[in-house]
């Protein structure tokens, strides 16, 4: 089984202590749990300071390429470096994937700077791993218009399986829509009642690594009751297509 894990950091975090800051330190983690790569943005990224963040990334990549796939990060508040830096990601970087954090940058996921993602996203063909796509009409209709992007709802591991879930409809019209399980709590069953809704083809398996632990993470998929062929699937095989990458 391939262990892809689809939403994970670098480097160290102003609001937690990080112990795993290197990337050294971090194959030692994902060679214990198993894990084959980590899909990794970096915490300055998606905080103050985007360009030094992916650069740190990117250096990581390039010494590791088997084991790191990168996002590159953009700053809403910047509009005008949007473009040239996604062109640096993308061109000069070595980068795979496109990671926002609306919350974080305080900035809707509405708002016209982050059209030029969306924009630059569907002429490269890109996925985009997202902290939050606001309203299920929002995703519905941008899903819709960028058929070509894979976009993935971040932290859906929070629902709790009895709740109504609110992205049902476009997981299960939206084939360019995914999911990932990254959360704090595991819910019995959730995961279980997640596929019967929408299928295992959608969901990707996701840490939050240094910030979650990969074993605890990983628990939540290998002791479910699913098929081998479904955890396989969430384990690793998505996310590779997501990426465009062989599995």
């Not at 974080?104 to 939050?132: D, M, N, T, W």
Request: with cysteine; net charge neutral; charged share 25%.
């Amino acid at each position: 089984m391939r262990i892809i894990d689809c939403h994970a950091h670098f480097g160290e975090f102003s609001r937690t202590l990080v112990l795993q800051r290197d990337a050294e330190t971090m194959i030692s983690a994902m060679d214990r749990a198993g894990v084959e790569k980590l899909c990794v943005s970096s915490f300055l990224s998606i905080g103050p300071e985007c360009k030094t963040g992916n650069d740190m990334v990117a250096s990581a990549v390039r010494k590791y390429p088997n084991r790191f796939i990168g996002y590159g990060v953009v700053n809403p508040n910047r509009p005008q470096e949007i473009n040239g830096e996604l062109k640096r990601c993308f061109d000069e970087l070595g980068m795979s994937a496109i990671k926002i954090h609306p919350a974080f940058h305080q900035y809707p996921i509405s708002g016209s700077a982050y059209r030029q993602v969306f924009e630059f996203a569907a002429a490269r063909k890109l996925p985009i791993l997202s902290h939050e796509w606001g309203t299920p009409q929002f995703l519905w209709d941008l899903s819709a218009e960028f058929p070509v992007v894979r976009f993935i709802i971040a932290h859906v591991g929070f629902w709790n399986g009895r709740d109504d879930f609110a992205y049902r409809e476009v997981l299960r019209q939206r084939q360019n829509v995914f999911v990932d399980l990254v959360y704090s709590n595991i819910y019995y069953n959730a995961l279980e009642r997640l596929i019967g809704m929408i299928g295992a083809e959608q969901i990707l398996w996701g840490s939050d690594f240094p910030l979650h632990d990969l074993p605890y993470q990983l628990g939540r998929l290998l002791y479910a009751n699913l098929t081998d062929d479904q955890k396989r699937k969430i384990a690793g095989e998505n996310m590779l297509r997501v990426l465009d990458l062989e599995a």
